[in-house]
């Protein structure tokens, strides 16, 4: 019988990084990820390019990518949120992109200051700019909720990778829960919709956020209608720009815990992780989330603490 | 069409505040349960019947019980783990009993000092010795997972249960996550067992613990299995005695939060619950858990911070 596998990709270093204001240095970083992918970690989200006055937090991706070419085995991608910056990012040596894009049209124009279809129209015209061997994945926020205009129905979601997809129909697709309200059965139906709707999608993603507490229960909805591939960020960083304070990105432990209770593999050592998303959650300005790391190491702790006698009085 | 419906058990007055070291006024709790049940909850396990040395938080069980005569419409239940404390529970007045053994040994032993099968023996002497109008629970502690032994295997669950079940057919049976351990596919695939097994049970109930994240999407699983009665504790209150700074229960708003954003009727009102969660929360020697009170607490802030020019602005 062979195993079921997932894979799991890091967005920390973009999605979690980018909202903490001290700067990380680039050694850091770079430090950081080089112990990602000891962990097993094979697809790292890296940075993005885009404005460096909006997210001063990434301005040194391009330096981060380029020492990214020093491990062939590490798929690094680069968020991109527009042809410019897509093209600034493949001259700059990037072999995956992510095109961002809001299915509703005030939080696409809070982001990019552009309607929907204008970003289609971008799409475009970067996938015909750059060569065919770069990869791609299409980033879909707010697919199921915007923070504007509330739950998003199933047919705006269609309708617009309606017109994405043929552009390349070997991108990626990742369905995202940018405030992290979809519930699990809303994930399992717009993706069962999508999936009939596009029998041809290569890769369906699903870009989870814990916000509400629903997180790990999206992934496994979104896991049970056969999505393989799952964002998420070591010790939950991230945070929610719509509701300060509280947690944004499902944490990768959690997600390396849960898959792997089910008996699917990850390619992930969950031991180095643990103490990874520790030294990720007391980054100075970092608003992490996740409950694995707390309770792992609490029960080790509590192993640490107990001598045999006590074990076998328990 | 109908609109389904699930109920939600509030154990934090007795499984939330049992690890509280400080102890809570007999009358503060009373308040907290007129609060509780002004937000709309109808089942709530108000205390238990067991050693006030090993308890003392829970040693005014009595006089609490005593009260909620007053409430007529609530359903107020206590946990008692063998025959004597369930006869003591019955003389003060209970009319809702759950009684809790469970599945591994090594727990059973750790928790009520003797054997899962003398525990079987002791249920059996005290149905016999209570009027059947008593309603009656059972409380299977370590169906999925034991801090000792590990993974329980599904057999050893529904064998405990081939003993437990004739013994009074019209018992609810509640399949608690001690651990927290469990993932979904578990839960899904034991209660799938169960239920086939079983199919005279009236009422099935899962009682989820969130130690490990996985609380919400083992309530989701089981709830797609066909349980429609879920424990919970406001605020998260609960902890986990074995991972000592960890989370336990499932958050009773979380709860509430997920099954709304799913069309699924709850009977309660989230906006007085999430307040009440806050003090639960805030209660001297708490540990809580749970997202969704500080998500819908931080928007509210938000938004009231936010001027109505601000808002179009955004």
């Known amino acids: 019988m062979q195993t ?43 940075g993005s390019f885009v404005s460096s006055t909006a997210v001063p937090q990434l301005r040194d991706t391009r330096e981060v990518l380029q020492w990214c070419a020093k491990l062939p085995d590490l798929q690094a991608q680069v968020l ?11 001259d ?23 309607h929907p279809l204008e970003s289609v129209g971008d799409y475009e015209r970067l996938v015909a700019g750059i060569p065919a ?42 369905l995202c829960d940018t405030t992290g309200r979809a519930d699990p059965d809303h994930v399992g139906r717009l993706l069962s919709q999508a999936m009939q709707r596009f029998p041809n999608v290569t890769s369906w993603a699903l870009h989870a956020h814990d916000t509400y507490g629903l997180g ?43 898959f792997h209770r089910m008996g699917i593999a990850t390619g992930i050592d969950i031991g180095p992780l643990v103490p990874l998303a520790r030294e990720a959650a007391n980054l100075p300005g970092a608003l992490p989330g996740g409950r694995v ?22």
């Open 4 to 46: 079921q596998s997932v894979e799991i990709v890091e967005v920390g270093p973009r999605d979690g990084y980018q909202g903490i204001g001290p700067f990380i240095p680039t050694e850091t970083k770079i430090k950081f990820l080089e112990q990602l992918f000891r962990a097993g970690l094979r697809r790292i989200e890296i």
């Open 80 to 90: 991109v949120p527009s042809e410019r910056r897509g093209r600034e990012a493949v």
């Open 92 to 114: 700059a040596g990037a072999r995956r992109l992510v095109f961002v894009l809001s299915v509703s049209e005030a939080h696409n124009r809070n982001n990019v200051r552009r």
């Open 133 to 174: 061997e770069i990869g791609m994945r299409l980033d879909i926020a707010t697919a199921f909720d915007c923070p504007f205009a509330g739950r998003v129905p199933e047919a705006e979601t269609t309708s617009l990778l309606d017109r994405l997809i043929p552009i390349r129909p070997d991108a990626e697709i990742c």
């Open 216 to 258: 790990l229960a999206n992934v496994y909805a979104g896991f049970r209608q056969g999505v393989r591939v799952f964002d998420a960020s070591v010790g939950g960083l991230g945070g929610c720009p719509f509701a300060p304070g509280a947690t944004g990105n499902v944490a990768t432990e959690d997600l390396v815990w849960m």
């Open 293 to 314: 790391r707390d309770a792992i190491s609490a029960s080790n702790e509590r192993c640490r603490a107990q001598t045999p006698e006590q074990q076998v009085r328990a």
